[in-house]
């Protein structure tokens, strides 16, 4: 089943659109606000901000949540692909993951700049002494090589082999997000656990598809 | 920012309190002088300023708690709230609380005292003698608010109902109705909300049971009709839309103390030097500023309340 090149001109548009549509919002968002809070009266007509009264809490909550829906959302193509034998989705794997690298790098700065504004000895001991944090900064570190690497000339300079070790980290980012969620739940919430189990369910489909690989080579190398 | 430092914590208003209309006048005139991004920054960016209606409740006497500290908008107040009961994030309250029944409002009242029993709204608040009260309100988030409570003294209601010897403790919880409360579906926490203090804290001047804030009665996501406000407490323990009052001989268990004992205390008093686990106590971030301010000790009102603990290991009882 090949796709013509408009099939695939238009789902990467409509995917790009898409995942950067929560980002587009958070900002038109942020310029009601600054507007809004200087009087600066050029905005006015369109109403008033949605990010509550803590904006900076809303605002970092809001990167995370979005940072995790989309690391999950690059981690189950592969899956996907071969559950619903598109494979051509595969291609589209690495602009989604580029982009949950990005919502991570909001996240991350959100905290530094707007939470912190840049108390570096605040910021230090939050990483270190809170557990949530210290996985979350793990996390978004194994994803720095992960982003750097993405280009095809990576690719060739690193050799196949060591650029899928590379993002191997995968299978490590990918739990490390939803446990940091899990691990600053303050009650007995839904949400970080449903998390949870689409982390658990994603490792689970692609360990039984490696197994199923190999008993299918064992089978093949019996038979030749 | 502004601390108290050469001010006594509290003060009586010369005149009354200011009304948030002209705070906010007040507020455009400094806007006038057309600061700088930093200093702009420096003050309060993000203060909602919605108007106010004229106050309907009639009230006897009006006292700050807060020095000079701005008090938080009405729309901030009533709009950003934690009130698990009707969803765990910060709107849903706003969003549902609509639909909370506080007319009639029968309140339990059982345990330790002679006249326990079941009680109206009315036989516990004299509504002739309301004051207003502008406290502090800080939340274990880190985050912290001024408001303008309207209600009566804790100790004046507990004492009606004549507790014996035996009450140690007393003992509050919240109504849990899921017709009316949709965030029940959710355990999040083990519902009814519960909450408590030793005697002699419930009995502290400053112990306060609120009906309204800015001059109107409370809105369901604040509490209606009645909530505690213990002001040197982290907010939690200042639990809303009380529907229940038990006299106790042992300490009770609480919420959240229940919920992750290692995070929450029995006694949760503002401590700016015991962090926990989840967060920093350290600072805070009044709603509307942009930068963090420091946490005073027992939210500011250590020169009242400090007493209360004297001898205590309160990095042990956290
Ligand atoms: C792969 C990387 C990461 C993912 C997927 C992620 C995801 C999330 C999610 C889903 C939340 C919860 C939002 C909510 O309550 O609705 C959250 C909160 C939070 N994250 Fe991350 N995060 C990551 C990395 C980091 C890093 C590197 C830091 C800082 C060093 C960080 C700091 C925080 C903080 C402080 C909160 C709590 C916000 C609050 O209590 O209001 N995260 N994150």
């Given at each position: 089943?090949?796709?013509?090149?408009?099939?695939?001109?238009?789902?990467k548009?409509?995917?790009?659109?898409?995942?950067?549509?929560?980002?587009?919002?958070?900002?038109?968002?942020?310029?009601?606000?600054?507007?809004?809070?200087?009087?600066?009266?050029?905005?006015?007509?369109?109403?008033?901000?949605?990010?509550?009264?803590?904006?900076?809490?809303?605002?970092?909550?809001?990167?995370?949540?979005?940072?995790?829906?989309?690391?999950?959302?690059?981690?189950?193509?592969?899956p996907?692909?071969?559950?619903?034998?598109?494979?051509?989705?595969?291609?589209?794997?690495?602009?989604?993951?580029?982009?949950?690298?990005?919502?991570?790098?909001f996240?991350?700065?959100?905290?530094i700049?707007?939470?912190?504004?840049?108390?570096?000895?605040?910021?230090?001991?939050?990483?270190?002494?809170?557990?949530?944090?210290?996985?979350?900064?793990?996390?978004?570190?194994?994803?720095?090589?992960?982003?750097?690497?993405?280009?095809?000339?990576?690719?060739?300079?690193?050799?196949?082999?060591?650029?899928?070790?590379?993002?191997?980290?995968?299978?490590?980012?990918?739990?490390?997000?939803?446990?940091?969620?899990?691990m600053?739940?303050?009650?007995?919430?839904?949400?970080?656990?449903?998390?949870?189990?689409i982390?658990?369910?994603?490792?689970?489909?692609?360990?039984?598809?490696?197994?199923?690989?190999?008993?299918?080579?064992?089978?093949?190398?019996?038979?030749? | 920012?502004?601390?108290?430092?050469?001010?006594?914590?509290w003060?009586i208003?010369?005149?009354?309190?200011?009304?948030?209309r002209?705070?906010?006048?007040?507020?455009?005139?400094?806007?006038?002088?057309?600061?700088?991004?930093?200093?702009?920054?420096?003050?309060?960016?993000?203060?909602?300023?919605?108007?106010?209606?004229?106050?309907?409740?009639?009230?006897?006497?009006?006292?700050?708690?807060?020095?000079?500290?701005?008090?938080?908008?009405?729309?901030?107040?009533?709009?950003?709230?934690?009130?698990?009961?009707?969803?765990?994030?910060?709107?849903?309250?706003?969003?549902?609380?609509?639909?909370?029944?506080?007319?009639?409002?029968?309140?339990?009242?059982?345990?330790?005292?002679?006249?326990?029993?079941?009680?109206?709204?009315?036989?516990?608040?004299?509504?002739?003698?309301?004051?207003?009260?502008?406290?502090?309100?800080?939340?274990?988030?880190?985050?912290?608010?001024?408001?303008?409570?309207?209600?009566?003294?804790?100790?004046?209601?507990?004492?009606k109902?004549?507790?014996?010897?035996?009450?140690?403790?007393?003992?509050?919880?919240?109504?849990?109705?899921?017709?009316?409360?949709?965030?029940?579906?959710?355990?999040?926490?083990?519902?009814?909300?519960?909450?408590?203090?030793?005697?002699?804290?419930?009995?502290?001047?400053?112990?306060?049971?609120?009906?309204?804030?800015?001059?109107?009665?409370?809105?369901?996501?604040?509490?209606?009709?009645?909530?505690?406000?213990?002001?040197?407490?982290?907010?939690?323990?200042?639990?809303?839309?009380?529907?229940?009052?038990?006299?106790?001989?042992n300490?009770?268990?609480?919420?959240?103390?229940?919920q992750?004992?290692?995070?929450?205390?029995?006694?949760?008093n503002?401590?700016?030097?015991?962090?926990?686990?989840?967060?920093?106590?350290?600072?805070?971030?009044?709603?509307?500023?942009?930068?963090?301010?420091?946490?005073?000790?027992?939210?500011?009102?250590?020169?009242?309340?400090?007493?209360?603990?004297?001898?205590?290991?309160?990095?042990?009882?956290?």
């Open positions: 089943m090949a796709w013509t090149k408009k099939t695939r001109k238009t789902l548009w409509f995917l790009w659109i898409g995942i950067s549509l929560p980002l587009l919002w958070l900002f038109y968002n942020w310029a009601l606000l600054v507007d809004e809070g200087f009087n600066l009266g050029y905005l006015t007509s369109l109403g008033f901000h949605s990010l509550t009264a803590n904006p900076i809490e809303y605002t970092n909550r809001f990167l995370g949540d979005w940072a995790l829906r989309f690391l999950l959302f690059s981690f189950a193509v592969t996907m692909a071969r559950i619903f034998k598109v494979k051509q989705l595969v291609a589209y794997r690495r602009m989604i993951g580029l982009w949950a690298f990005t919502y991570v790098s996240h991350l700065t959100s905290y700049v707007l939470d912190q504004f840049f108390d570096w000895g605040e910021i230090w001991s939050d990483i270190l002494k809170r557990n949530y944090m210290t996985l979350g900064m793990t996390a978004f570190t194994l994803l720095i090589p992960m982003a750097v690497t993405s280009t095809k000339g990576w690719i060739k300079r690193l050799g196949a082999r060591r650029w899928k070790a590379i993002h191997k980290a995968i299978y490590v980012i990918a739990p490390l997000g939803a446990i940091h969620y899990f600053m739940a303050k009650g007995n919430q839904l949400d970080p656990k449903i998390y949870i189990g982390v658990v369910g994603l490792l689970g489909i692609r360990l039984w598809f490696s197994l199923q690989d190999k008993t299918k080579a064992a089978a093949g190398k019996a038979t030749a | 920012m502004m601390l108290l430092k050469n001010r006594k914590s003060h208003a010369e005149n009354q309190v200011t009304p948030e002209l705070y906010l006048s007040r507020r455009q005139i400094m806007q006038g002088f057309g600061l700088g991004l930093g200093a702009a920054l420096a003050g309060p960016l993000f203060r909602a300023g919605a108007a106010y209606a004229l106050p309907n409740f009639g009230i006897a006497k009006k006292t700050n708690y807060a020095g000079d500290e701005e008090l938080n908008s009405y729309k901030d107040i009533t709009s950003y709230n934690n009130f698990y009961e009707f969803g765990v994030e910060k709107s849903d309250p706003a969003k549902y609380a609509h639909a909370l029944i506080t007319d009639p409002w029968p309140v339990e009242v059982t345990g330790h005292a002679e006249r326990t029993g079941t009680y109206s709204l009315e036989d516990l608040i004299d509504f002739n003698a309301l004051e207003e009260r502008i406290y502090r309100l800080r939340c274990v988030e880190a985050w912290s608010m001024v408001i303008p409570w309207v209600g009566v003294p804790l100790a004046g209601i507990l004492k109902f004549e507790p014996t010897s035996k009450a140690k403790f007393v003992r509050f919880e919240t109504l849990a109705n899921r017709a009316q409360m949709p965030g029940l579906r959710s355990r999040v926490l083990d519902w009814p909300y519960r909450e408590g203090l030793r005697m002699d804290e419930a009995m502290h001047p400053l112990a306060f049971m609120a009906v309204g804030l800015y001059g109107k009665p409370l809105l369901g996501q604040n509490g209606a009709p009645m909530r505690l406000v213990v002001p040197w407490k982290y907010g939690f323990k200042s639990i809303k839309s009380i529907v229940s009052i038990n006299f106790v001989e300490q009770p268990q609480t919420s959240w103390e229940m992750n004992p290692s995070w929450y205390g029995f006694y949760s503002v401590n700016p030097n015991v962090s926990r686990q989840r967060w920093s106590q350290g600072r805070e971030r009044r709603i509307g500023d942009f930068f963090k301010r420091k946490t005073l000790m027992f939210n500011g009102y250590g020169d009242q309340v400090a007493s209360l603990y004297a001898g205590m290991d309160l990095a042990k009882y956290f």
